[in-house]
């Protein structure tokens, strides 16, 4: 299945289709952050993720944006192309912020 059709632009999306909404990095997109999303997909149906840049991503905008798309819990991938984001429903920001510095500090101790 070809996902990239999942990612718009927020200037371009319908906000009369608007699913679920929950934003955040996914710099990069963990096991945890999987788990969070099809939870709350499980509760809420499909969702909208509005992804966010960091200030020092790890990965590129379209890497994360085409991770993100594969996951079948996620209807939509909104980039913003400076539109402000549309309120969402669970922020993971600063969960993100966490886990990622949890994430680099690790992969800094396995390479010693």
Same mark, same amino acid.
């Given at each position: ?6 990612? !718009? ?6 906000? =009369? =289709? ?10 990069? %997109? %963990?096991?945890?952050?999987? $788990?969070?999303? $099809? ?12 992804? %966010?840049?960091?200030?020092? /991503?790890?990965?590129? =905008?379209? /890497? ?13 991938? #909104? ?7 549309? $309120?969402?429903? #669970?922020? %993971? $920001?600063?969960?993100? /912020?966490? #886990?990622? /510095?949890?994430?680099?500090?690790? !992969? ?5």
């Amino acid at each position: 299945m070809d996902t990239r059709s999942k990612i !718009v632009k927020q200037s371009v999306w319908n906000p =009369t =289709t608007l699913k679920p909404v929950v934003s955040g990095y996914f710099d990069p %997109l %963990l096991a945890l952050h999987v $788990e969070r999303l $099809e939870a709350l997909a499980t509760e809420l149906g499909p969702l909208t993720v509005v992804l %966010l840049d960091p200030a020092d /991503a790890v990965l590129s =905008t379209d /890497a994360r944006a085409a991770v993100v798309a594969g996951l079948t819990c996620v209807d939509t991938v #909104l980039l913003s192309d400076g539109q402000p984001a549309p $309120e969402a429903r #669970l922020q %993971l $920001e600063l969960e993100d /912020a966490v #886990l990622r /510095a949890g994430f680099l500090q690790h !992969v800094v101790d396995r390479q010693g």
